[in-house]
């Protein structure tokens, strides 16, 4: 049973850091993209960053860009993401997705490119 199981949220101030984890089981996820979405209330799940299997290549979302890094220890079978800077408006709940196989053109940015999702974990910035 594949399990993606994240850990490392909680409150933090403006400005403040956070970094939140992502362990997978079940299934070996090296050789494959990995990524983290996250969703405030009422709104839709959205991209925040994807990293290649290798952890060379990377993207992000605009609004996180020069804050967060993602990144990957495929040895652990981990991604993680540091948050830097948080605002307000980071707040939501974040989530790790995996995908199993070789994104043929796919668009990273889409959830529906991914196969496994965690259960996520609240990020909570107060101002």
């Known amino acids: 049973q594949v399990q993606l199981v994240e850990s490392g949220g909680g409150l933090v101030q403006v400005g403040g850091s956070l970094r939140v984890s992502c362990a997978a089981s079940g299934r070996s996820f090296s050789s494959y993209p990995m990524a983290w979405f996250r969703q405030a209330p009422g709104k839709e799940r959205e991209f925040v960053a994807t990293?290649?299997?290798?952890?060379?290549?990377?993207d992000y979302a605009d609004s996180v860009k020069g804050r967060f890094t993602i990144s990957r220890d495929n040895a652990k079978n981990t991604v993680y993401l540091q948050m830097n800077s948080l605002k307000p408006e980071d707040t939501a709940v974040y989530y790790c997705?995996?995908?199993?196989?070789?994104?043929?053109?796919?668009?990273?940015?889409?959830?529906?490119?991914?196969?496994?999702w965690g259960q996520g974990t609240q990020v909570t910035v107060s101002s």
């Open positions: 997705a995996g995908k199993w196989g070789t994104p043929l053109g796919q668009d990273l940015r889409l959830y529906t490119a991914y196969d496994y």
């Open positions: 990293i290649n299997w290798s952890g060379t290549s990377t």
